[in-house]
T-cell receptor
């Protein structure tokens, strides 16, 4: 069966520290992968999406970057975190348009 | 930029009542999807309606789509306390598979 793993569940990081969030998918090949951020009580903002290894599209200019080193691995990174990077980060995959997304359980990041 | 806007932002009903949430969007779409999110959790896909469909059912869920008005509604019939969650509409346009989410409706179902 298809599953998506996202970790860690919670993370508290100081301002200026680096960040690496990892997301892996099992049970499917060549998925489309997405990173979203959700501010408290708000909707989801698309940050990055990838349709293949090494192919990353950025939706919003920001302090973050994404990479896809393997077909089913999607990594969200930052070299130096800002307070404004705090939020709930969600990874998702799909097999293409006309199909729904499957979301990971999310990572709550607090930058202090 | 946000594509979908849900209405109302918050809804509180008694168990057994029906809950209706609305979503409006701005541009042409391939499909519209509804998701549910329990507090602090990931989103769960509920239903997808294509741009050439007008109504779709799944269990106690009924979704309508009016492309002329660029709007959709989600009806949950005979609500249960376990339906308490936030509900989001999301639209897909073009051929990239990107979903643009609205701000969501928070539904509280009182037992």
């Amino acid at each position: 069966s298809q599953t998506i793993h996202q970790w860690p569940a919670t993370l508290v990081q100081p301002v200026g520290s680096p960040l690496s969030l990892e997301c892996t998918v099992e049970g499917t090949s060549n998925p489309n992968l997405y990173w979203y951020r959700q501010a408290a009580g708000r909707g989801l903002q698309l940050l990055f999406y990838s349709v293949g290894i090494g192919q990353i599209s950025s939706e919003v200019p920001q302090n973050l970057s994404a990479s896809r080193p393997q077909d089913r691995q999607f990594i969200l990174s930052s070299k130096k975190l800002l307070l404004s990077d705090s939020g709930f980060y969600l990874c998702a995959w799909s097999t293409g348009f006309l199909y729904g997304y499957t979301f990971g359980s999310g990572t709550r990041l607090t930058v202090v | 930029s946000q594509q979908g806007e849900e209405d109302p932002q918050a809804l509180s009903i008694q168990e057994g009542e029906n809950a209706t949430m609305n979503c409006s969007y701005k541009t042409s779409i391939n499909n519209l999807q509804w998701y549910r999110q329990n507090s602090g959790r990931g989103l769960v896909h509920l239903i997808l309606i294509r741009s050439n469909e007008r109504e779709k059912h799944s269990g106690r869920l009924r979704v309508t789509l009016d492309t002329s008005k660029k709007s959709s509604s989600l009806l949950i019939t005979a609500s249960r306390a376990a339906d308490t969650a936030s509900y989001f509409c999301a639209t897909e346009a073009g051929n990239t598979g990107k979903l643009i989410f609205g701000q969501g409706t928070t539904l509280q179902v009182k037992p």
